[in-house]
């Protein structure tokens, strides 16, 4: 029988839920445990303690190797704690700076096996350089190299030329380094803990995987439980990369911890969530009560170390934890790390003076409010804000040709670009976060309440103002805040420019932080939990890059892409009036057309969406013009 099937199932009582009022709830399932919690669970355990195992865990470091010399102190420092901690990673090491695009993850696994990982599982971008013919080469020779091993419960190798040779099908208890197995089991003070790893099944769509085929992570999970109870482990750690509160299509821990009993602590990744305390886990999909999962995770760039003590009954139990995200730029740098990073930082240094191919005809402005100044990158269209979206919009556009537009939030461009050749370290230091580039599903009505969001603090600044690609957009900052927004229209296949409607639904791309929901954007982060936002796993500066090199020479424009209506002429000629049969012009305010001309006027292929004043002695005659207000002729 089953160890897990004997374990004593906690029934929560009226008095035990007001007894806890520590816990902040954010689901039926869910809680953050926090100090006075964690307190109470140590004087009144559900079976005494005997056995405490304590993790180290990063997750999503993306190749920002100039963290390791800190990250080393920060683990040498809570090993001096506590020397029986093991340190896991619950993967994406590879991509998203110049080390890893010249280095492809060997830069990193020199700190890795520095500091002595001890588990690994991989993340989405483990993948990003496999194809079909020679498989996941970069990957292989990173394993391959590595002072440690691996898991992987829910990934086929078997068809993938570089790596079929590396997996092991089965649980090992004597794991051998720069190996990949279903499952491991490591002793720690003579208690048995077992280690499964899994990937998003999102990586056949975001990564090149090339013939690595995903599977069910709910199922492999269960398998893998059940071989350790087999085992008899029944101390269990799920060490994934499938999202904290992701896409519930698709995978995430909450999840995992809610449909497979038995896993005891899940170590996250792939979401980059700053989970500052663990979360516990208390019931089953169902609502019923079932035994603790605890699930951490620490955020991302290595900026935290994650350390989780989580202490056992004799059955198994988790009866008592303690988490914390330990900020690693608190440290001071290792100095052997800093001799190890040096050869690389310095090949870097080289590469970031290497120009793109692309040639800027005029610098590229990133305007501040200041000084004078009342435009600003974030409260006004600008060219360098164009060129970024104009270039999300065609990589998006690859991936899906439904994409219709492209956002990208001012307070994510960082710096201008000079006139001239244009560097890479130049393409850097304008998108310099890591972001990776995603696609949303959004009706017509969320995209306005979006909008709304991004002219809230017009004429002020605002880090969340919208820049976008393939639509233009008029908004009225006389208006109140939420109902500022005139019209927004999008570019169909035709080039023609469309009215978006409020109950369609339109395909949108934007960098994943402003698509969780960042600088408020509160209807972005509902359609991420409901499942509408996917993530590419592209990164921002790279596309940036590649679209620069596809242009060659960039010479973009100030095009009236977001408009506002009090910057609009109020008097116009009748040739600035006329449209074409193609494309309609709209005025969104009163207009006053100047017909003072001796010879005959035509005004055609107009909407006004106010009042038309014709002033002039010149016969006028009005073709395909529409008028919501009134018409009248001014002598």
Same mark, same amino acid.
């Given at each position: 029988?089953?160890?897990?099937?004997?374990?004593?199932?906690?029934?929560?009582?009226?008095? $035990?839920?007001?007894?806890?009022?520590?816990?902040?709830?954010?689901?039926?399932?869910?809680?953050?445990?926090?100090?006075? *919690?964690?307190?109470?669970?140590?004087?009144?355990?559900?079976?005494?303690?005997?056995?405490?195992?304590?993790?180290?865990?990063?997750?999503?470091?993306?190749?920002?190797?100039?963290?390791?010399?800190?990250?080393? $102190?920060?683990?040498?420092?809570?090993?001096?704690?506590?020397?029986?901690?093991?340190?896991?990673?619950?993967?994406?090491?590879?991509?998203?700076?110049?080390?890893?695009?010249?280095?492809?993850?060997?830069?990193?696994? @020199?700190? &890795?096996?520095? &500091?002595?990982?001890?588990?690994? $599982?991989?993340?989405?971008?483990?993948?990003?350089?496999?194809?079909?013919?020679?498989?996941?080469?970069?990957?292989?020779?990173?394993?391959?190299?590595?002072?440690?091993?691996?898991?992987?419960?829910?990934?086929?190798?078997?068809?993938?030329?570089?790596?079929?040779?590396? =997996?092991?099908? $089965?649980?090992?208890?004597?794991?051998?380094?720069?190996?990949?197995?279903?499952?491991?089991? /490591? /002793?720690?003070?003579?208690?048995?803990?077992?280690?499964?790893?899994?990937?998003?099944?999102?990586?056949?769509?975001?990564?090149?995987?090339?013939?690595?085929?995903?599977?069910?992570?709910?199922?492999?999970?269960?398998?893998?439980?059940? %071989?350790?109870?087999? &085992?008899?482990?029944?101390?269990?750690?799920?060490?994934?990369?499938?999202?904290?509160?992701?896409?519930?299509?698709?995978?995430?821990?909450?999840?995992?911890?809610?449909?497979?009993?038995?896993?005891?602590?899940?170590?996250?990744?792939?979401?980059?969530?700053?989970?500052?305390?663990?979360?516990?886990?208390? %019931?089953?999909?169902?609502?019923?009560?079932?035994?603790?999962?605890?699930?951490?995770?620490?955020? *991302?760039?290595?900026?935290?170390?994650?350390?989780?003590?989580?202490?056992?009954?004799?059955?198994?139990?988790?009866?008592?934890?303690?988490?914390?995200?330990?900020?690693? %730029?608190?440290?001071?740098?290792? /100095?052997?790390?800093?001799?190890?990073? @040096?050869?690389?930082?310095?090949?870097?240094?080289?590469?970031?003076?290497?120009?793109?191919?692309?040639?800027?005809?005029?610098?590229?402005?990133?305007?501040?409010?200041?000084?004078?100044?009342?435009?600003?990158?974030?409260?006004?269209?600008?060219?360098?804000?164009?060129?970024?979206?104009?270039?999300?919009?065609?990589?998006?556009?690859?991936?899906?040709?439904?994409?219709?537009?492209?956002?990208?939030?001012?307070?994510?461009?960082?710096?201008?670009?000079?006139?001239?050749?244009?560097?890479?370290?130049?393409?850097?230091?304008?998108?310099?976060?890591?972001?990776?580039?995603?696609?949303?599903?959004?009706?017509? @009505?969320?995209?306005?309440?979006?909008?709304?969001?991004?002219?809230?603090?017009?004429?002020?600044?605002?880090?969340?103002?919208?820049?976008?690609?393939?639509?233009?957009?008029?908004?009225?900052?006389?208006?109140?805040?939420?109902?500022?927004?005139?019209?927004?229209?999008?570019?169909?296949?035709?080039?023609?420019?469309?009215?978006?409607?409020?109950?369609?639904?339109?395909?949108?791309?934007?960098?994943?932080?402003?698509?969780?929901?960042?600088?408020?954007?509160?209807?972005?982060?509902? %359609?991420?939990?409901?499942?509408?936002?996917?993530?590419?796993?592209?990164?921002?500066?790279?596309? =940036?890059?590649?679209?620069?090199?596809?242009?060659?020479?960039?010479?973009?424009?100030?095009?009236?892409?977001?408009?506002?209506?009090?910057?609009?002429?109020?008097?116009?000629?009748?040739?600035?009036?006329?449209?074409?049969?193609?494309?309609?012009?709209?005025?969104?305010?009163?207009?006053?057309?100047?017909?003072?001309?001796?010879?005959?006027?035509?005004? *055609?292929?107009?909407?006004?969406?106010?009042?038309?004043?014709?002033?002039?002695?010149?016969?006028?005659?009005?073709?395909?013009?529409?008028?919501?207000?009134?018409?009248?002729?001014?002598?």
């Amino acid at each position: 029988m089953s160890i897990f099937t004997n374990k004593k199932l906690l029934h929560v009582t009226l008095s $035990t839920i007001l007894a806890t009022t520590a816990v902040i709830s954010i689901s039926p399932s869910v809680s953050f445990a926090k100090k006075d *919690q964690q307190e109470t669970q140590k004087k009144t355990p559900p079976g005494k303690a005997s056995f405490t195992l304590s993790l180290l865990h990063t997750n999503d470091i993306h190749a920002r190797t100039e963290q390791f010399p800190k990250l080393v $102190t920060a683990v040498k420092e809570a090993r001096k704690q506590n020397p029986h901690s093991l340190l896991l990673d619950a993967g994406d090491v590879f991509s998203g700076t110049l080390y890893f695009n010249e280095f492809k993850g060997q830069a990193d696994l @020199k700190f &890795m096996n520095l &500091m002595g990982y001890d588990v690994m $599982t991989l993340g989405n971008h483990e993948f990003d350089l496999g194809n079909d013919e020679e498989g996941n080469k970069a990957l292989a020779e990173f394993i391959e190299a590595a002072k440690f091993a691996f898991v992987s419960s829910n990934v086929d190798f078997s068809n993938d030329q570089a790596l079929q040779g590396l =997996f092991s099908d $089965t649980i090992s208890s004597k794991p051998k380094d720069g190996k990949i197995y279903q499952g491991m089991v /490591k /002793k720690v003070k003579g208690e048995k803990i077992g280690f499964f790893g899994l990937t998003t099944q999102e990586t056949a769509d975001i990564a090149s995987p090339g013939k690595v085929q995903f599977e069910n992570y709910i199922e492999e999970a269960k398998k893998a439980v059940k %071989a350790f109870e087999d &085992m008899g482990v029944n101390k269990i750690v799920a060490v994934t990369h499938i999202g904290y509160n992701d896409n519930p299509n698709v995978d995430n821990d909450i999840l995992l911890a809610q449909n497979v009993p038995g896993i005891d602590v899940i170590v996250g990744g792939h979401s980059h969530d700053k989970l500052t305390e663990p979360v516990v886990i208390d %019931a089953d999909k169902d609502g019923k009560v079932k035994d603790k999962t605890l699930i951490v995770q620490a955020y *991302q760039y290595g900026d935290f170390l994650g350390s989780l003590d989580v202490s056992f009954n004799s059955a198994g139990e988790v009866v008592s934890h303690k988490g914390k995200l330990i900020e690693t %730029a608190t440290f001071a740098d290792d /100095k052997k790390a800093l001799k190890i990073l @040096k050869p690389y930082q310095d090949k870097i240094k080289e590469i970031e003076s290497t120009e793109t191919g692309a040639t800027a005809i005029n610098a590229l402005e990133n305007p501040r409010q200041g000084n004078g100044s009342t435009t600003s990158v974030r409260s006004n269209e600008t060219t360098l804000g164009n060129v970024i979206t104009d270039g999300m919009l065609a990589k998006a556009q690859q991936y899906d040709s439904n994409v219709i537009m492209a956002l990208q939030n001012g307070g994510g461009i960082r710096n201008s670009i000079d006139a001239g050749p244009i560097t890479v370290g130049e393409v850097i230091s304008v998108l310099p976060f890591g972001n990776t580039l995603a696609t949303m599903q959004l009706t017509g @009505k969320e995209l306005k309440e979006a909008f709304e969001i991004s002219f809230k603090n017009v004429p002020g600044e605002n880090g969340g103002f919208l820049h976008v690609s393939g639509a233009k957009v008029v908004y009225d900052s006389t208006k109140p805040v939420n109902s500022r927004v005139v019209s927004i229209a999008y570019k169909d296949t035709n080039g023609q420019y469309v009215s978006i409607k409020d109950e369609e639904t339109y395909k949108v791309a934007t960098n994943a932080f402003t698509a969780k929901g960042g600088d408020g954007y509160t209807v972005f982060a509902n %359609a991420y939990k409901e499942g509408r936002v996917t993530d590419l796993g592209l990164s921002d500066w790279e596309n =940036f890059a590649e679209h620069l090199r596809n242009v060659k020479t960039v010479n973009p424009s100030i095009e009236g892409r977001i408009v506002d209506v009090v910057n609009l002429p109020s008097t116009v000629t009748p040739e600035e009036f006329n449209g074409t049969p193609e494309e309609v012009k709209v005025f969104y305010k009163d207009i006053t057309v100047l017909a003072t001309q001796d010879e005959d006027v035509i005004l *055609q292929h107009a909407h006004i969406k106010g009042n038309l004043f014709i002033k002039g002695t010149a016969n006028v005659t009005m073709e395909n013009v529409e008028v919501d207000g009134d018409t009248e002729f001014l002598d």
